[in-house]
Structure formats: structure tokens, C-alpha cells
């Protein structure tokens, strides 16, 4: 398993599978405690037991974890180290794993969101972006109990530019609204999207609505 990462995930190993490679028994009953198989090819046998996972022949490329949440989402051994790390910046609000698993593949990419269009590339976040946008946000005086909320609503917001948008747009919300301190707070909570708006079409649509500043 992915220590307190993924739920009940079966990992496959990025490689021809074992079906249809010469010496790999498809035909073979399977002990109860197997979760599921890993792919394999010239002559690998393994299986995945319970989270974990044995070989005859260590010869790793990626892991794929078959999940609603995380859409089959294929991580390298670092870059399963470099999630799983980053997920202990969401240990603060109390979310499930799979929750936390949601909320980072829908902010970098992982998982579609319709909030990104076909603009966000896939990356694996990493925990000091993580932590500065959270940080960012502590400081504009949203607790924890309101970050919870937010990320619940918005967990595009992680994967958001902290200086070209979120920042700049707090700015625009107080010099052009007048929109700061508690009031600020209330119109995150109603509306975080505001955070990642990076476009205005001024009446002339420019097909970006949810990124758009006519939104607001």
C-alpha cells in the first residue's frame, strides 16, 4: 500500500502483460490474500498481496493505482514519495486518503477538471507548493475549519499560480471592491474560484467562464 496514501489500490507494473507473454501462467488459481496482479513479461511472475508487492525480478517502472478518486493514475517510486509527502500538508483538515488523493490529482492534473480545460499539464505535486498556498491562505485569516470548506469546494485552488493569480487577485478584490479583511474571508468561502480567475473577456467571450472575472 501507499503507507496512508491511496485506498485499496492495485498497482500494475508498466509493462507488456503477463496474458499474453510467453511463460507467464494466466491459467493458475489465485490465493485469497491477492489483491490483484502485476503486469509482467519475459518470465516475471508477481503478484500484489495486500498492498504490497513481491517479484522473482525487481525491474520497477510505475505504479498505476486503479481508483475512482485517482483515475489511474500512474506514479513512479520517487514520485510516489514526493505525493505521499504532500498529502501530509492536508493531514490538518482531517480529510479520508482518498479524499486527500482527489483533491491533489484534481489540482495538478492528475484527475480531469473541468475547471482547467485542456490547459493544465500533469505534474506531481510537491509538498512546499502545497504548503505555500495553504499559508497564503492561513494569512488572509481563513482557519483551518474554513481552508477544509474551501478545498472541499475548490481543490483546483492548490494548483492555482500564487503570485500571477491568487495574489494578484486579492489585490484587485481590495483596490477595485474594497473587498478585504472578514468580508474577504466570506466572498473565499462563497466563491473561491475568484482566487484562480486569470482572464477577463469584458462581454466578448473568450469560452473560459470558469476562470473568468465576468463570474464574479
Known amino acids: 500500500m501507499l ?102 490529482g484534481k489540482a495538478f492534473g492528475q484527475i480531469h477538471s473541468p475547471y482547467w480545460y485542456e490547459e493544465r499539464k500533469k ?22 475549519d474554513d481552508l477544509t470548506k474551501l478545498l472541499k469546494k475548490f481543490p483546483e485552488v492548490l494548483g492555482c499560480s500564487l503570485e500571477d493569480e491568487m495574489k494578484n487577485n486579492v489585490e484587485i478584490l481590495a483596490k477595485q471592491w474594497g473587498i478585504e479583511g472578514k468580508t474577504l474571508t466570506k466572498v473565499l468561502l462563497r466563491n473561491p474560484k475568484v482566487l484562480g480567475y486569470n482572464v477577463d473577456c469584458k462581454g466578448d467571450c473568450v469560452a473560459k467562464c470558469t476562470r473568468c472575472w465576468a463570474r464574479f
Open 3 to 104: 503507507g496512508k496514501s491511496f485506498v485499496s489500490p492495485l498497482l500494475t507494473f508498466n509493462s507488456a502483460s503477463c496474458f499474453s507473454s510467453p511463460g507467464c501462467d494466466s491459467g493458475s488459481t489465485a490465493p485469497n490474500n491477492i489483491v490483484g496482479y502485476v503486469n509482467c513479461s519475459n518470465n516475471i511472475t508477481s503478484n500484489v498481496t495486500k498492498g504490497s508487492w513481491t517479484s522473482d525480478y525487481y525491474f520497477s517502472k510505475k505504479w498505476k493505482l486503479h481508483s475512482t478518486a485517482t483515475d489511474n493514475i500512474e506514479l513512479t517510486e520517487e514520485e510516489k514519495k514526493t505525493w505521499n509527502d504532500s498529502r501530509e500538508a492536508l493531514s490538518a483538515f482531517k480529510f479520508s486518503p482518498e479524499e486527500e488523493d482527489k483533491i491533489l
Open 123 to 144: 505534474e506531481v505535486p510537491r509538498l512546499e507548493v502545497v504548503n505555500e498556498i495553504l499559508n497564503y491562505l492561513r494569512s488572509l485569516s481563513l482557519t483551518d
